[in-house]
T-cell receptor, first 114, second 114 residues
Framework: KNQVEQSPQSLIILEGKNCTLQ??????????LRWYKQDTGRGPVSLTI?????NTKSNGRYTATLDADTKQSSLHITASQLSDSASYIC?????????????FGRGTQLTVWP | EADIYQTPRYLVIGTGKKITLECSQT?????MYWYQQDPGMELHLIHY???????EKGDLSSESTVSRIRTEHFPLTLESARPSHTSQYLC?????????????FGDGTRLSIL
């Protein structure tokens, strides 16, 4: 069964600290993996997208890694800011279907305290 | 900021009413999507469209219907709202990228049926 599991479910850190969010998936065949940030009451915003051949991609203070062999991805946030408080969603696309079927994780709720 | 707009942002309405949730995008994207999201849960695809006059049901069974008469407009309609329809509805669109993944999300409509 194709699944995307994220951990932890929620995380609280102090402003300025680093953190790492995890995403494990069983989706096959794999096409790509995307991390979204969703602020409360807003729609998700894409942070990074990685294909099979990419193992690291950065977007400012956000760095995503992908290990396609172990089917794991992580999102590392450096020097966290209060504005990083949000839900971070991992989405995996399979290859082959015309829609590019998407599998969503339930997200990690990150809270950054001052 | 993505140019995709949803109205209304919030709607509280009684059972049995007909509801139309509006979604418009100004990017000329051919592909548009409707997702349903409950708190702490993953997004579920309920409808999608590849272009004008093209609509398909998604993974999650839904009593809603959609139409795509113009490229920029993808409204979702509930003929007779029920409390089970209470949820957040997110509209998204994507252009000609390689993944068929939604690139831009609207900020959603939070629907409450009394």
């Amino acid at each position: 069964k194709n699944q995307v599991e994220q951990s932890p479910q929620s995380l609280i850190i102090l402003e300025g600290k680093n953190c790492t969010l995890q995403c494990n998936y069983t989706v096959s065949p794999f096409s790509n993996l995307r991390w979204y940030k969703q602020d409360t009451g807003r729609g998700p915003v894409s942070l990074t997208i990685m294909t099979f051949s990419e193992n690291t991609k950065s977007n400012g203070r956000y760095t995503a890694t992908l290990d396609a062999d172990t089917k794991q991805s992580s999102l590392h946030i450096t020097a966290s800011q209060l504005s990083d408080s949000a839900s971070y969603i991992c989405v995996v696309t399979d290859r082959g279907s015309t829609l590019g079927r998407l599998y969503f994780g339930r997200g990690t709720q990150l809270t950054v305290w001052p | 900021e993505a140019d995709i707009y949803q109205t209304p942002r919030y709607l509280v309405i009684g059972t049995g009413k007909k509801i139309t949730l509006e979604c418009s995008q100004t990017m000329g994207h051919d592909k548009m999507y409707w997702y349903q999201q409950d708190p702490g849960m993953e997004l579920h695809l309920i409808h999608y469209s590849y272009g004008v006059n093209s609509t398909e049901k998604g993974d999650l069974s839904s009593e809603s219907t959609v139409s795509r008469i113009r490229t920029e407009h993808f409204p979702l309609t509930l003929e007779s709202a029920r409390p089970s329809h209470t949820s957040q509805y997110l509209c998204a669109s994507s252009g000609t990228d390689y993944s068929n993944q939604p690139q831009h999300f609207g900020d959603g409509t939070r629907l409450s049926i009394l």
